[in-house]
Protein backbone atom coordinates (compact mmCIF):
# COMPACT_ATOMS: atom_id res chain seq x y z
CA UNK A 1 0.00 0.00 0.00
CA UNK A 2 3.03 2.43 0.50
CA UNK A 3 4.40 1.49 -2.67
CA UNK A 4 0.85 3.05 -4.01
CA UNK A 5 0.84 6.53 -2.21
CA UNK A 6 4.29 6.84 -3.23
CA UNK A 7 3.73 6.11 -6.63
CA UNK A 8 0.79 9.02 -6.16
CA UNK A 9 2.67 11.72 -4.64
CA UNK A 10 5.32 11.12 -7.67
CA UNK A 11 2.50 11.61 -10.20
CA UNK A 12 0.82 14.56 -8.48
CA UNK A 13 4.08 16.22 -8.01
CA UNK A 14 4.87 15.57 -11.70
CA UNK A 15 1.63 17.51 -12.62
CA UNK A 16 1.72 20.21 -10.21
CA UNK A 17 5.13 20.93 -12.27
CA UNK A 18 3.91 20.46 -15.44
CA UNK A 19 0.98 23.15 -14.34
CA UNK A 20 3.14 25.78 -12.97
CA UNK A 21 5.43 25.43 -16.22
CA UNK A 22 2.52 25.48 -18.60
CA UNK A 23 1.51 28.40 -16.63
CA UNK A 24 4.40 30.05 -16.49
CA UNK A 25 4.78 29.84 -20.72
CA UNK A 26 1.16 30.66 -20.90
CA UNK A 27 2.00 34.38 -18.96
CA UNK A 28 4.96 35.04 -20.95
CA UNK A 29 3.85 34.34 -24.40
CA UNK A 30 0.64 36.99 -23.60
CA UNK A 31 3.51 39.36 -22.47
CA UNK A 32 5.39 38.87 -25.76
CA UNK A 33 2.42 38.94 -27.66
CA UNK A 34 0.97 42.50 -26.10
CA UNK A 35 4.50 44.02 -26.20
CA UNK A 36 4.43 43.99 -30.18
CA UNK A 37 2.31 45.35 -31.18
CA UNK A 38 1.60 47.81 -28.14
CA UNK A 39 0.26 51.62 -29.27
CA UNK A 40 3.80 52.53 -27.70
CA UNK A 41 6.44 50.50 -29.32
CA UNK A 42 4.72 51.36 -32.27
CA UNK A 43 5.18 55.24 -31.40
CA UNK A 44 8.16 54.53 -30.39
CA UNK A 45 8.73 52.94 -34.04
CA UNK A 46 6.97 55.57 -35.91
CA UNK A 47 7.80 58.26 -38.52
CA UNK A 48 8.94 61.90 -36.50
CA UNK A 49 6.21 63.87 -37.94
CA UNK A 50 9.02 66.70 -39.09
CA UNK A 51 10.48 64.07 -41.19
CA UNK A 52 7.66 62.31 -42.39
CA UNK A 53 6.12 65.86 -43.92
CA UNK A 54 9.42 66.80 -45.59
CA UNK A 55 10.32 63.67 -47.03
CA UNK A 56 8.10 63.44 -50.48
CA UNK A 57 6.51 60.11 -49.17
CA UNK A 58 2.73 59.79 -48.35
CA UNK A 59 1.93 59.67 -44.44
CA UNK A 60 -0.79 57.97 -42.36
CA UNK A 61 -0.83 60.19 -39.27
CA UNK A 62 -2.62 58.54 -36.04
CA UNK A 63 -3.68 60.37 -33.14
CA UNK A 64 -4.62 58.08 -30.11
CA UNK A 65 -4.20 57.30 -26.58
CA UNK A 66 -3.03 54.52 -24.63
CA UNK A 67 -6.39 54.26 -22.72
CA UNK A 68 -8.06 53.97 -26.03
CA UNK A 69 -10.00 50.93 -26.75
CA UNK A 70 -10.80 51.41 -29.81
CA UNK A 71 -7.03 52.21 -30.37
CA UNK A 72 -5.95 49.58 -28.82
CA UNK A 73 -8.37 47.18 -30.81
CA UNK A 74 -6.53 48.25 -33.90
CA UNK A 75 -2.94 47.89 -32.79
CA UNK A 76 -1.96 44.52 -34.09
CA UNK A 77 -3.88 45.40 -37.62
CA UNK A 78 -2.15 48.69 -38.11
CA UNK A 79 1.20 46.77 -36.82
CA UNK A 80 0.40 44.52 -39.66
CA UNK A 81 -0.27 47.65 -42.11
CA UNK A 82 2.70 49.21 -41.01
CA UNK A 83 5.26 46.40 -42.02
CA UNK A 84 3.58 45.73 -45.37
CA UNK A 85 3.75 49.37 -46.76
CA UNK A 86 6.70 50.44 -44.77
CA UNK A 87 9.17 51.20 -48.04
CA UNK A 88 5.91 53.22 -49.14
CA UNK A 89 4.39 55.39 -46.42
CA UNK A 90 5.26 57.15 -43.90
CA UNK A 91 3.30 56.19 -40.02
CA UNK A 92 3.26 58.91 -37.49
CA UNK A 93 1.76 58.59 -34.29
CA UNK A 94 0.80 61.22 -31.93
CA UNK A 95 -0.76 60.69 -28.42
CA UNK A 96 -3.61 63.28 -27.80
CA UNK A 97 -2.55 63.44 -23.83
CA UNK A 98 1.04 64.78 -24.39
CA UNK A 99 0.71 68.50 -25.02
CA UNK A 100 3.72 69.25 -27.38
CA UNK A 101 1.50 67.31 -29.91
CA UNK A 102 -1.25 70.34 -29.11
CA UNK A 103 -0.70 72.20 -32.24
CA UNK A 104 -1.15 69.49 -34.61
CA UNK A 105 -4.52 68.50 -32.76
CA UNK A 106 -5.90 71.81 -33.07
CA UNK A 107 -4.54 72.14 -37.17
CA UNK A 108 -6.18 68.75 -37.62
CA UNK A 109 -9.44 69.53 -35.77
CA UNK A 110 -9.10 66.14 -33.77
CA UNK A 111 -12.01 65.76 -31.93
CA UNK A 112 -12.20 61.83 -31.02
CA UNK A 113 -9.34 59.19 -31.14
CA UNK A 114 -8.09 57.45 -33.04
CA UNK A 115 -8.24 60.13 -35.27
CA UNK A 116 -6.38 59.44 -39.25
CA UNK A 117 -5.13 62.07 -41.40
CA UNK A 118 -3.76 61.38 -44.35
CA UNK A 119 -1.56 63.34 -45.86
CA UNK A 120 -0.01 63.20 -49.85
CA UNK A 121 3.27 63.20 -50.98
CA UNK A 122 3.94 66.97 -50.76
CA UNK A 123 3.10 67.47 -47.03
CA UNK A 124 -1.07 68.36 -47.25
CA UNK A 125 -3.32 66.84 -45.19
CA UNK A 126 -6.34 65.96 -47.89
CA UNK A 127 -8.81 63.04 -46.08
CA UNK A 128 -9.54 61.85 -42.47
CA UNK A 129 -11.30 59.42 -40.69
CA UNK A 130 -12.17 58.93 -37.01
CA UNK A 131 -13.05 56.17 -34.96
CA UNK A 132 -12.37 52.07 -35.76
CA UNK A 133 -11.55 50.97 -38.85
CA UNK A 134 -11.38 47.75 -40.68
CA UNK A 135 -8.31 46.60 -41.53
CA UNK A 136 -9.96 46.24 -45.09
CA UNK A 137 -10.81 49.93 -45.48
CA UNK A 138 -7.55 51.02 -44.28
CA UNK A 139 -5.46 48.88 -46.73
CA UNK A 140 -7.73 50.67 -49.57
CA UNK A 141 -7.34 53.92 -48.36
CA UNK A 142 -3.74 53.34 -47.81
CA UNK A 143 -3.34 52.02 -51.66
CA UNK A 144 -5.18 54.78 -52.80
CA UNK A 145 -2.86 57.79 -51.35
CA UNK A 146 0.13 56.01 -52.64
CA UNK A 147 -1.31 55.53 -55.95
CA UNK A 148 -2.54 59.78 -55.53
CA UNK A 149 -5.98 58.50 -56.25
CA UNK A 150 -9.17 59.65 -54.25
CA UNK A 151 -9.24 58.17 -50.81
CA UNK A 152 -12.39 55.65 -50.98
CA UNK A 153 -13.15 55.56 -47.44
CA UNK A 154 -12.27 58.78 -45.92
CA UNK A 155 -13.86 61.86 -45.57
CA UNK A 156 -11.98 64.65 -47.73
CA UNK A 157 -9.93 67.56 -46.52
CA UNK A 158 -9.60 70.70 -48.53
CA UNK A 159 -9.30 74.01 -48.75
CA UNK A 160 -12.73 76.47 -48.29
CA UNK A 161 -13.08 80.20 -48.71
CA UNK A 162 -12.93 83.17 -45.76
CA UNK A 163 -16.19 84.50 -44.79
CA UNK A 164 -16.71 87.81 -46.09
CA UNK A 165 -18.80 90.61 -44.15
CA UNK A 166 -22.25 90.77 -45.23
CA UNK A 167 -22.88 93.13 -48.04
CA UNK A 168 -25.72 94.50 -46.14
CA UNK A 169 -25.55 96.10 -43.03
CA UNK A 170 -27.43 94.24 -39.96
CA UNK A 171 -30.89 94.97 -39.22
CA UNK A 172 -32.01 95.41 -36.23
CA UNK A 173 -34.36 92.64 -36.22
CA UNK A 174 -32.32 89.57 -34.85
CA UNK A 175 -34.73 87.34 -37.18
CA UNK A 176 -33.73 89.10 -40.30
CA UNK A 177 -30.43 87.26 -40.56
CA UNK A 178 -28.46 90.17 -41.69
CA UNK A 179 -31.28 91.07 -44.70
CA UNK A 180 -31.82 95.05 -45.13
CA UNK A 181 -35.26 96.26 -44.01
CA UNK A 182 -36.69 98.30 -46.33
CA UNK A 183 -38.92 100.94 -45.03
Known sequence: MSEVVSINRIRNV?????????????F??????????????????ATPIEVALTNGKPTLTEFYANWCTSCQAMAP?????????????NFVMLNVDNNKWLPEILRYRVDGI???VF??????????TIGEQPASVMEANLNALIDRQ?????????????LKEPLNAPS??????GAQVQS
Do not use: C, M, W
Not at 28 to 45: D, K, P, Y
Not at 150 to 162: E, H, K, M
Not at 172 to 177: G, I
Open 14 to 26: VIAFAAIALSIAI
Open 28 to 45: FGFQTQNVSVSLESQAQA
Open 77 to 89: ELAQLKQKYADSL
Open 114 to 116: PHF
Open 119 to 128: INHEGKAIAQ
Open 150 to 162: TLPYAYSTGQTSD
Open 172 to 177: SDPRSH
